[in-house]
């Protein structure tokens, strides 16, 4: 079973940075298709970003070159860097792991989560 530990969410200012993590444990995170996920108040969850087995980093058009997603195999932990943040950013975000070779942007493709963390951006 694979248990998925988000950690770095906060309160930030628009324009501010902060360092989402993920501390994976149960299976090696290099054997994991990861991505992250986020949930709006009174929307659906949505994509924002995957990192494949290969390394390939994929994102939402929303926060395309703005967050960069990596991973720390060493480390069991996958980090989502977040620059410039908008209000718009404000929400819960999920940790979520497949292990399967291909990415995907669906939430469904999905068989692990985590608790998630809050992340607000005031304006």
């Known amino acids: 079973q694979v248990r998925l530990v988000e950690s770095g969410g906060g309160l930030v200012q628009a324009g501010g940075s902060l360092r989402l993590s993920c501390a994976a444990s149960g299976r090696s995170v290099s054997t994991l298709t990861m991505a992250w996920f986020r949930q709006a108040p009174g929307k659906e969850r949505e994509f924002v970003a995957t990192?494949?087995?290969?390394?390939?980093?994929y994102y939402a058009d929303s926060v395309k070159g703005r967050f960069t997603i990596s991973k720390d195999n060493a480390r069991n932990t996958v980090y989502m860097q977040m620059d410039s943040l908008k209000p718009e950013d404000t929400a819960v975000y999920y940790c979520?792991?497949?292990?399967?070779?291909?990415?995907?942007?669906?939430?469904?493709?999905?068989?692990?989560w985590g608790q998630g963390t809050q992340v607000t951006v005031s304006s």
């Open positions: 979520a792991a497949r292990p399967y070779l291909f990415t995907s942007t669906r939430e469904s493709e999905y068989d692990y």
């Open positions: 990192i494949a087995l290969s390394g390939d980093n």
